[in-house]
Nanobody
Framework: VQLQASGGGSVQPGGSLRLSCTAS?????MGWYRQAPGKERELVAS???????NYADSVKGRFTISRDLAAKTLYLQMNALKPEDTAVYFC?????????WGQGTLVTVSS
């Protein structure tokens, strides 16, 4: 399984970005994680099965995870971004009990 993430960049507080992650095959359990400097990697949002989603409390109401199974693509729409959202964002997929990771894309929120 290969994952290719894109869409990171620099944005001012309150701005928006959309991350994309294209997989080499259809996977029903996928998510986004992030790792800020000096911190551990944390789950941001996940989507599994028929579309059940889960979000970290810190992003609820601001981020939306979605997917296009036909395009084998996972998305993360990030609105109302805050400086504390600054991190490298990683796409994750779970298949046959194996974890797969994309290469990470940097999101910087700063004025």
């Amino acid at each position: 399984v290969q994952l290719q993430a894109s869409g990171g960049g620099s944005v001012q507080p309150g701005g928006s970005l959309r991350l994309s992650c294209t997989a080499s095959t259809i996977i029903n359990a996928m998510g986004w994680y992030r790792q800020a400097p000096g911190k551990e990697r944390e789950l941001v949002a996940s989507i599994i099965g028929g579309g059940t989603t889960n979000y970290a409390d810190s992003v609820k109401g601001r981020f939306t995870i979605s997917r296009d199974l036909a395009a084998k693509t996972l998305y993360l729409q990030m609105n109302a971004l805050k400086p504390e959202d600054t991190a490298v964002y990683f796409c994750n997929a779970i298949r046959a009990r194996q974890n797969y990771w994309g290469q990470g894309t940097l999101v910087t929120v700063s004025s």
